[in-house]
């Protein structure tokens, strides 16, 4: 079973599609168009840098020190932002990938507050903006890059399903003819794929541990369809 889905092949998420029993095929459908944006204000007078996406990360590594506090989203953010930041021991990682865990964290490390730059796509579901909104951890939003659609529209690879990993790539992939599984990664790729008429095969939190779970559900009962 082939999964097509926009990440390089070392990529932790493929590895997890590989893990699940799946073998990932990358299909680039979107892109990342950087905004070359400079930061809201200036990164010495900060408590610390909020980095939500590997995209984010690239975007913004030219401007990160070793003595900076950054916290990252996921493992693929924190690979992003170069192997030199590996080791500081200013770099922090929530538990799981996700905007929630990394508020989550943010107040229990920095429990009296403070101004943050957030490093983030223009499509954003602004979550953590929306819960720190009046609060002590004052949110600076740093728009650094934005999802386009690819041009020229690659071809699909062979590929027995598809994985959205944003509303905009499933609103594309709705489009993609032939018998695909469609899987969503979050819900807002899901109600993308609803609004378009297309059914939904399969969603999943966006986390490693649950596409694994996902795809191993999926796997045996297509054997048997095959079979």
């Known amino acids: 079973m082939k999964l097509a889905l926009a990440r390089p092949l070392d990529h932790p998420l493929c590895r997890a599609v590989a893990e ?16 070359h944006a400079t930061p809201p204000m200036p990164l010495d007078t900060i408590s610390a840098l909020l980095v939500l996406s590997p995209a984010a990360a690239r975007a913004v590594k030219v401007w990160v020190t070793k003595s900076m506090d950054v916290v990252v989203q996921g493992e693929g953010t924190e690979q992003n932002l170069g192997i030199e930041f590996a080791d500081s ?6 538990q799981h990938p996700t905007a929630e ?15 943050f730059v957030l490093a983030r796509g223009e499509r954003s579901r602004q979550f953590i903006e929306t819960t720190a909104k009046n609060s002590a951890w004052r949110i600076h939003p740093w728009i650094t890059h934005r999802e386009v659609p690819t041009k020229p529209e690659p071809t699909l690879p062979h590929a027995d399903a598809l994985l959205a990993l944003s509303p905009l790539q499933a609103e594309y992939m709705a489009g993609i003819p032939g018998d695909l599984l469609r899987f969503a990664w979050g819900e807002r790729a899901a109600k993308a794929f609803k609004a378009a008429g297309v059914e939904v095969h399969g969603l999943c939190e966006p986390k ?13 009962t297509q054997e048997v369809i095959e079979g």
């Open 20 to 35: 699940a029993g799946w073998e990932p095929v990358p299909y680039f459908i979107t892109s990342q168009e950087f905004t």
């Open 89 to 94: 021991p200013h770099l922090r990682r929530p």
């Open 208 to 220: 490693k541990d649950s596409l694994i779970h996902l795809l191993r559900t999926f796997a045996p």
């Open 101 to 115: 865990s990394l508020w989550d964290m943010l107040i229990r490390a920095y429990p009296e507050g403070g101004d």
